[in-house]
């Protein structure tokens, strides 16, 4: 194993290329660019054998990475923002179909006003879709999940998309040192793709057609059930994954949550600073934890009702605003995963960093310290704050 | 090929699918599928074809075939190409695969037309079929980008303002041939030799290929069932539809028509321009016949460079 200089877009890139990808297909869109950039370079010095297909926009690059998964090839793009949410609509259809590309995402505001830097909005947007979708904290991580994702989206009891959602330029643009596994571990780890339902002249078969509703809703019904197939699948993969790069990952990774009294729940890079601050705090002698997530969709809600069970109070940290909604969508999803089995539990919604704003120390540990008031106070069971901004 | 004896009896598109009765794009669909030269994957825009002929859990379809959304058939069509090219080079895969992308006017004049220009572009191996019905007939007879002048139609009604619809049609075969592919024509289900010659070659050029066929729609035009290849047949023999193709730029009309009908036989046809032959109205036929003239005339003159 070597380490390398890498920023984070890089690292999904590289690791792509490790995985011997058949077919790309992405239209650039910052902050992603790097990606589709350093794989065309890979594709120009013979460094993969992928068609890659230079599409006229990201609604044909997903159009086309569908067509080449149904051949039975290995698929991989990449987009952020307004690129991904001119591919809802085939988000969905991906999904559906059960085409089991991997996507990297360096997740960016959405307009207007247009703003290029990072926050989880056009991730948000989409979270309903269908896909696997895996928040990295930094380039590492990145590098890691998308080796996993092709693996897991693969999985003969899967077959599903999978996003590497990584915070817009907080990580796409910086460079890290990157371990990175050799070539032939991660051919190794990662056979070529085969599977049975791939198009197949000699054996007909119709796929995408019309279902009127007396089927439709069982169509759904079945894909809701598959997504409960992913995090067994996905411990399986990160299992194996662990023995050959010594990191171990799952659904969620906790910090100083044996005794905890207040946890911080995040994705992203705020998880970094989460960390940081909860070092300090630990030091001080506060009996605070971080989990940060890995896993989004399908959300691990039992597995985060064990984590969270004796706690007084969490503070949840969305990167999102979900208009008109009463929280973020991550506190939510939270919510609707511990009602009526921690009804004690007092939790407040730090909403932050639309937009590329940072997220400092000093504001997360004013959180924490609401958070921790919070289960003291006779406070509301949820509170919504929004940190860092002008009102 | 050249007589109907010769041609396969296989009939790929299965009956029983849910066409209207008297629309000729099955008809289309047939001579397509009597063309091919091996294995072949289709892939269709969401239109009047998709939906009537896969409702699940029935399929017409006897080859492999694939629907994703409306406007991207042609991006569809270019990953399978580009999967079956990467499977082949890796040793994954051992056959050509042909790649048909089927779509109707709405979902190649209009809303498809940016993925059916990258594709065009970026010169993906498949022939691309344009059945024109000129207007949105699955959604109930609205206005495309490929609606004749004066048209009625649910979006364009003729008023007491407005006599139906008052732009023209856009020459699909003029921005297809402007991406310099290797091969280009139009087509009615009227002329089964020509049609189908025109889709072997279209499968056969190494490149991308568009093929624009007339497919007069009974519901939409107004007409009876029985009357959809005389419709057919009638667009052609008035020059309202001119058969042609475009192979490596060079154009050839591939049925001179040197006694044309005047266009107002193809035009009282049909329920849709019902209107145009109020006396008031009468301005719009002419203006009509003037274009036809023109479009005629003009591929002539290619035809002769």
């Known amino acids: 194993m070597k380490r390398i200089g890498l920023t984070g877009d890089e690292a999904i890139a590289y690791a792509a290329k490790q995985c011997d990808v058949d077919v790309v297909s992405a239209y650039p869109i910052t902050p992603q660019t790097i990606i589709v950039e350093k794989y065309s370079e890979y594709v120009a010095n013979g460094e993969v054998d992928t068609e890659f297909v230079n599409v006229e926009s990201e609604h044909s690059a997903l159009s086309a990475c569908i067509g080449a998964s149904l051949t039975g090839a290995r698929v991989f793009t990449a987009t952020a923002s307004q690129g991904l949410a001119l591919m809802h609509e085939l988000l969905y259809i991906a ?47 990145a590098y890691d999940w998308t080796i996993q994702a092709f693996r897991l989206s693969e999985d003969p009891e899967v077959l599903l998309p999978s996003s590497i959602n990584i915070d817009g330029f907080i990580i796409s643009h910086s460079m890290e040192g990157v371990e990175v596994l050799e070539d032939e571990a991660v051919r190794a780890f990662l056979p070529p793709r085969s599977d049975a339902r791939a198009i197949d002249p000699n054996r007909p078969l119709t796929i995408g057609p019309v279902a009127l509703p007396d089927y439709y809703f069982e169509f759904k019904r079945q894909q809701a059930e598959v997504m409960k197939k992913v995090p067994p699948v996905l411990e399986r993969v990160c299992r194996e994954f662990g023995k050959i790069s010594g990191r171990r990952y799952g659904k969620f990774q906790s910090y100083g949550m044996e005794d905890a009294r207040t946890a911080i729940i995040c994705m992203g890079s705020a998880a970094g600073t989460a960390r940081h601050v909860a070092k300090a705090l630990r030091g001080k002698g506060e009996k605070v934890g971080v989990v940060k997530l890995w896993l989004y969709r399908p959300f691990p809600a039992d597995e985060l009702v064990r984590e ?43 909403i932050y960093g639309l937009g590329g704003r940072d997220i400092t120390a000093k504001e997360i540990e004013g959180i924490y310290r609401e958070g921790l008031r919070m289960a003291k106070a006779k406070a509301p069971m949820v509170r919504v704050k929004y940190v860092g901004v002008r009102e | 090929m050249s007589t109907l004896r010769e041609l396969t009896k296989e009939e790929l598109l299965a009956p029983g699918h849910r066409m209207c009765a008297g629309c000729p794009v099955p008809t289309l669909v047939r ?89 065009l572009e970026r010169g993906h191996d498949f022939l691309y079929i344009c059945y024109d019905n000129e207007a949105y007939m699955n959604t109930g007879i609205q206005r495309s980008g490929s609606t004749t002048f004066g048209a009625a139609t649910t979006t364009s009604p003729p008023g007491a303002k407005i006599p139906g619809k008052r732009e023209w049609k856009k020459d699909l075969i003029g921005i297809a041939v402007a991406h310099d592919i290797p091969y280009a024509a139009t087509a009615s289900v009227a002329f089964w030799k020509d049609c189908i010659a025109k889709v072997r070659k279209g499968i056969e050029v190494d490149g991308p290929a568009v093929i624009h066929a007339i497919t007069p729609c009974p519901r939409g035009w107004r007409h009876e069932p029985s009357e959809s290849i005389k419709v057919a047949r009638l667009a052609v023999q008035t020059r309202f539809f001119p058969l042609y193709e475009v192979e490596n730029g060079k154009y050839r009309i591939t049925l001179p028509v040197p006694n044309p009908l005047p266009v107002e036989e193809f035009l009282k046809t049909q329920g849709r321009f019902r209107h145009l032959f109020k006396p008031e109205n009468r301005w719009m036929i002419e203006a009509i016949q003037r274009w036809v003239d023109k479009n005629y005339e003009r591929l002539v003159k290619l035809s002769q460079l």
């Open chain 1, 95 to 141: 999904s559906s179909l059960r085409c089991p590309i991997v996507m990297g995402i360096a997740n960016r505001a959405l307009s207007a006003p247009l703003n290029i830097h990072g926050d989880h909005s056009d991730m948000m947007g989409s979270r309903d879709c269908g896909w696997i979708q895996i928040f990295a904290e930094n380039a590492q991580e």
């Open chain 1, 308 to 350: 969270l069970e004796g706690l007084k109070s969490v503070v949840v940290m969305d990167r999102a605003i979900s208009f008109g909604a009463p929280l973020g969508p991550l506190c939510s999803d939270l919510i609707g995963a511990i009602y009526g089995k921690l009804p004690k539990l007092k939790v407040m919604n730090a």
């Open chain 2, 31 to 119: 001579m397509t599928l009597k063309a091919l030269r091996g294995p072949t994957v289709i892939v269709n825009a969401t239109g009047c074809l998709e939906v009537a002929t896969s409702i699940y859990p029935y399929t017409a379809w006897r080859l492999p075939w694939v629907h994703v959304a409306f406007e991207n058939a042609a991006a569809v069509a270019s990953g399978i190409e580009a999967g079956f090219k990467a499977l082949m080079r890796k040793g994954r895969w051992d056959q050509k695969v042909d790649v048909i992308a089927l779509g109707g006017d709405g979902g190649t004049f209009d809303i498809g037309l940016q993925a059916l220009s990258g594709a």
